[in-house]
């Protein structure tokens, strides 16, 4: 018989609740309550057993074998790092942390002590995204030629992000696994429309080593809630659509190529053939990342959605940071090794020659 895991989850609020209400549900593992607000943690103790209730970290870490951090993005890595020095495994929400060499240190400590160091890409465990990874991947979809992802809704303002460090790391997540790559370079610039923060962003993105360009466009300011990824492909397109009950749909339809290279300025032919929802047999990406999580823990398996991954997302966006700084122009991102023993990790962010 294995022993109980004992889990703490560190913020309490929006996210973390949910976190407590699934991690409850698994069968081995005990919950403690880490939030430094007393009330959040006496409602859920009215909804779930737990063995520690406790304002902070430390007054709990000697009784646990891993947390998850649910607190707002700044906190991730003082409070991910006390975890990886205590010996703790580590689920961090998104973003992994602000800051590139943060995530870099982040990564290298769960390296050096063998811990595991997960990131909440919660779309990463959405049989929906996996079915839609299966489906470009196919010889009758054709070679990815565009990839356009929307994340908009009216709310919820965050206090410590802007919209782009907020959402966007759903979309680049989603993007990174089911084209296998991570973008080379990236443009981005938002809107401060409500605020000092920008409520409205765009972000271009190249896929520099698969010749794939993708945009995302988040919204915390828009009257229709929509998260939906478009791939275009050289023979279908295919549409992922999380607000819907047919989530993927794949479209038999395309320009036809072909007439438009030997008969330069004819009209374009268009294909329109069968459109196809494909059956998901869908269970809770939440459950589906937290027994991922407890997997890892229990056998040294590493997660999908690991501490690279995370980096990944948090260079793209530092990137996209500095893009926005110098107006919107392309940035390279950065990629910095994250092995225990490499001393020059490169996290510089550099300015690309845009090409005329
Ligand atoms: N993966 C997803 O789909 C998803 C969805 C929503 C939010 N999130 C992420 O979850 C995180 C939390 O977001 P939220 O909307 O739940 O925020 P929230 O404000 O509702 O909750 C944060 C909680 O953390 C507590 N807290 C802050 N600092 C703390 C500390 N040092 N120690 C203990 N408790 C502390 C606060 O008291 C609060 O209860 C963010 O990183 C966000 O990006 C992820």
């Not at 229990?298 to 959605?305: D, M």
Request: net charge negative; glycine share 6%.
């Amino acid at each position: 018989m294995t022993e109980d895991l004992r889990i703490g989850v560190v913020g309490c609020g929006y996210w973390g609740s949910k976190h407590v209400r699934v991690l409850s549900s698994i069968s081995d593992v005990d919950v403690a309550l880490i939030d430094q607000d007393a009330g959040r943690r006496a409602q859920l103790t009215e909804s779930y057993t737990v063995f520690a209730t406790v304002p902070k970290l430390e007054d709990v870490a000697d009784s646990l074998d891993a947390v998850i951090i649910a607190t707002p993005p700044t906190t991730h890595y003082p409070v991910a790092k006390m975890a990886l020095d205590a010996g703790l495994h580590v689920l961090v929400e998104k973003p992994m942390t602000t800051d590139i060499d943060d995530a870099v240190h982040l990564n290298r400590l769960a390296d050096e002590r063998g811990l595991c160091l997960m990131v909440g890409h919660t779309f990463e465990y959405n049989p929906a995204v996996w079915s839609l990874a299966d489906t470009i991947r196919t010889p009758e979809f054709g070679r990815v030629r565009y990839i356009n992802s929307a994340r908009l809704n009216l709310g919820l303002y965050q206090q410590d992000t802007d919209v782009l460090w907020d959402l966007a790391p759903h979309d680049i997540s989603i993007i990174n696994r089911i084209l296998d790559s991570r973008p080379t370079s990236v443009s981005a610039w938002g809107l401060k429309l409500m605020g000092d923060k920008s409520d409205v962003a765009y972000l271009s993105l190249r896929y520099g080593d698969i010749d794939v360009n993708a945009s995302i466009h988040v919204s915390w300011l828009d009257p229709l809630k929509v998260r939906r990824t478009t791939v275009v492909g050289e023979n279908c397109m295919a549409v992922y659509d999380d607000v819907s009950d047919e989530r993927l749909r794949v479209f038999d339809k395309g320009v036809d190529k072909s007439t438009a290279e030997t008969s330069p300025g004819h009209p374009l032919h268009y294909r329109n053939g069968n459109i196809v929802s494909p059956y998901i047999d869908f269970q809770e990406p939440l459950m589906l990342e937290l027994n991922a999580f407890v997997r890892a823990i229990r056998t040294g398996e590493r997660p999908a959605a690991d501490g690279s991954s995370g980096l990944d997302v948090v260079a793209t966006l530092c990137a996209a940071d500095a893009s926005q700084r110098i107006g919107g122009g392309w940035v390279d991102v950065p990629h910095p090794s994250i092995t225990a023993s490499a001393t020059n990790g490169d996290s510089s962010l550099r300015l690309v020659e845009v090409a005329k």
